[in-house]
Nanobody, 126 residues
């Protein structure tokens, strides 16, 4: 499976960005999808995930109410709409795919994901 993340950039605090992740190489509709981020000097952390059925969605407390994960199985893509961005959201954002969680699984741990994209940098200035 190949995952290609895009959409990162520089934005002022309070602004918005929409990240995209295009998947290829395996049936996208049977994978749970997740977004993680890694700030300089910190460990990779969970941001959001959505089950392959689309019925289960999980957000980290730090982004709840500001970020929205969505997926379009017809386009083999997952998105992360990020609103009200804060300087602490600055990080490299990674999309990930998991084929083991089943119809309603939306994993939140890095070890639960099988495939990772290359990351896209989001910088939020104050």
């Amino acid at each position: 499976v190949q995952l290609q993340a895009s959409g990162g950039g520089l934005v002022q605090a309070g602004g918005s960005l929409r990240l995209s992740c295009a998947a290829s190489g395996r049936t996208f509709s049977s994978s749970a999808m997740g977004w993680f981020r890694q700030a300089p000097g910190k460990e990779r952390e969970f941001v959001a995930s959505k089950s392959w059925s689309g019925t289960s969605t999980v957000y980290a407390d730090s982004v709840k109410g500001r970020f929205t994960i969505s997926r379009d199985n017809a386009k083999n893509a997952v998105y992360l709409q990020m609103n009200s961005l804060k300087p602490e959201d600055t990080a490299v954002y990674y999309c990930s795919a998991d084929y083991r969680s089943g119809r309603y699984g939306a994993p939140t741990k890095t070890i639960e994901y099988d495939y990772w994209g290359q990351g896209t940098l989001v910088t939020v200035s104050s």
